[in-house]
T-cell receptor, first 116, second 113 residues
Framework: AQKITQTQPGMFVQEKEAVTLDCTYD???????LFWYKQPSSGEMIFLIY??????QNATEGRYSLNFQKARKSANLVISASQLGDSAMYFC?????????????FGTGTSLTVIP | NAGVTQTPKFQVLKTGQSMTLQCAQD?????MSWYRQDPGMGLRLIHY???????DQGEVPNGYNVSRSTTEDFPLRLLSAAPSQTSVYFC????????????FGPGTRLTVT
């Protein structure tokens, strides 16, 4: 089974609108971390936001928020007030195995295009 | 701070050749990892290390070797390159005392002909 599933290969959003990028995960580990990264066309990987499995509140970082629904095993990224510079690939990732070495798993990504 | 550095940026190899991709970090991170990124596949973990002298396999370790003799360096060796190893390779390091947020190098684009 896939550890991280991103079901939206491509998304479009109007500038200044909000957009939600979906991510579901699969783990039986009680302690894990969830991450979102942005990869612009230049290729670098940019960390956006982190959510720990024990965190009670949804993580927020500026215009980014993570909608964490633990029972559903989902960790959707919400980008508010989209900007043209938000056009990029977005990857959801999970760290599991805190006591067995910590492995990371990435989803296949969502390509976001912001339309002026 | 240079962060995570990788060399070379681009490399072309012939099938059967060997080479080492270099990775170094100056953030004193214990955790380091190597990924490959292929179109439509996201990033897949090749090998990782939780500290000097300790390495372990990730999802796709076949055809690659690693060692970790210092905290700073984590080279990835291709023993006998194959066309299936054509990919973009990323090295990353994480602070294991915090959230494990990963800092990525700029990547190496490898083509095997």
């Amino acid at each position: 089974a896939q550890k991280i599933t991103q079901t939206q290969p491509g998304m479009f959003v109007q500038e200044k609108e909000a957009v939600t990028l979906d991510c579901t995960y699969d783990t039986s580990d009680p302690s894990y971390g969830l991450f979102w990264y942005k990869q612009p066309s230049s290729g670098e990987m940019i960390f956006l936001i982190y959510q720990g499995s024990y965190d009670q509140q949804n993580a927020t970082e500026g215009r980014y928020s993570l909608n964490f629904q633990k029972a559903r095993k989902s960790a959707n990224l919400v980008i508010s007030a989209s900007q043209l510079g938000d056009s990029a690939m977005y990857f959801c990732a999970m760290r599991e195995g805190e006591y067995t070495g910590n492995q990371f798993y990435f989803g296949t990504g969502t390509s976001l295009t912001v339309i002026p | 701070n240079a962060g995570v550095t990788q060399t070379p940026k681009f490399q072309v190899l012939k099938t059967g050749q060997s080479m080492t991709l270099q990775c170094a970090q100056d953030m004193n991170h214990e955790y380091m990892s190597w990924y490959r990124q292929d179109p439509g596949m996201g990033l897949r973990l090749i090998h990782y290390s939780v500290g000097a002298g300790i390495t372990d396999q990730g999802e796709v370790p076949n055809g690659y070797n690693v060692s970790r003799s210092t905290t700073e360096d984590f080279p990835l060796r291709l023993l006998s390159a194959a066309p299936s190893q054509t990919s973009v390779y990323f090295c990353a390091s994480s602070d294991s005392r915090a959230t494990y947020e990963q800092y990525f190098g700029p990547g190496t684009r490898l083509t095997v002909t």
